[in-house]
């Protein structure tokens, strides 16, 4: 099992940046590959991206490529969403979640936390 908890979101203006933190406990955080996801007001959850083991590999949405970095810290037990560039259309729950196989399903979520990117 891990658990994970969110942390770091907000109200920013558009052009603005952000950085959220994903803290994991439980299991060694290095076993997993960790994404981020994210669900805006009547639409469905979407993938944001992804990093590997150690932080070596990462894939990114075509809507977020280029403004977006994921980074992880494995002594910390912790991965980062750094969002640049944020546009309204940014506006959404973010989620973290972990998964063991990198082909596999992600088995574990955070509760999520809230970023408002305003015009």
């Known amino acids: 099992q891990v658990q994970l908890v969110e942390s770091g979101g907000g109200l920013v203006q558009a052009g603005g940046s952000l950085r959220l933190s994903c803290a994991a406990s439980?299991?060694?955080?290095?076993?997993?590959?960790m994404g981020w996801f994210r669900q805006a007001p009547g639409k469905e959850r979407e993938f944001v991206g992804r990093i590997t083991y150690s932080g070596g590999n990462t894939r990114y949405a075509d809507s977020v490529k280029g403004r977006f970095t994921i980074s992880r810290d494995n002594a910390k037990n912790t991965v980062y969403l750094q969002m640049n560039s944020l546009k309204p259309e940014d506006t959404a729950v973010y989620y973290c979640?972990?998964?063991?196989?990198?082909?596999?399903?992600?088995?574990?979520w955070g509760q999520g936390t809230q970023v408002t990117v305003s015009s």
């Open positions: 979640a972990a998964k063991i196989r990198l082909g596999g399903e992600y088995n574990y």
């Open positions: 439980g299991r060694t955080f290095s076993s997993y590959v």
